[in-house]
């Protein structure tokens, strides 16, 4: 288990999604900081960026499956070859509205993903979530 997250990472190509969705963490207080990305692409500048800063790292990462040039599974191996992974202290869900069987058995199966929810975002799947994964 981690320690309480203090900040949050969220991966939408959908610009509605991304403000719905940051609104909803936003006003469920579990957060002290939202980072926000429109791509799979953006996330992976971001986290290169801030590799070395633990402080800048997020400890979750809520992440859309289908978006354009670069989808979720495709963020999440690119992500996984980064020189210093934040994976110890970061743990990643698929947030998505896909109705794909194939995506779902996919993101439920894949080892990174810790747990696969579905748009919209629910404050109390997120709280339990976070209780579930994170030690208070």
């Known amino acids: 288990?981690?320690?309480?997250?203090?900040?949050?990472?969220l991966i939408d190509d959908d610009l509605v999604d991304l403000k719905i969705n940051s609104k909803i963490i936003e006003l469920s207080n579990l957060f002290d900081e939202i980072i926000t990305c429109q791509s799979g692409e953006e996330a992976l500048t971001y986290l290169r960026k801030v590799l070395n800063n633990n402080a800048k790292l997020p400890e979750l990462i809520l992440l859309d499956i289908q978006m354009p040039n670069m989808n979720g599974f495709e963020f999440l191996?690119?992500?996984n070859q980064l020189p210093k992974r934040p994976g110890d202290n970061c743990l990643i869900a698929m947030l998505s509205s896909t109705l794909d069987y194939g995506d779902i058995k996919k993101a439920e199966a894949n080892l990174h993903i810790i747990k696969f929810l579905?748009?919209?975002?629910y404050p109390t799947e997120l709280e339990d979530l976070l209780k579930k994964h994170f030690s208070n």
């Not at 288990?1 to 990472?9: D, I, Q, T």
């Not at 579905?118 to 975002?121: I, T």
């Open 77 to 79: 191996e690119l992500y």
């Open 1 to 9: 288990m981690l320690n309480n997250p203090k900040s949050v990472l």
């Open 118 to 121: 579905k748009k919209p975002l």
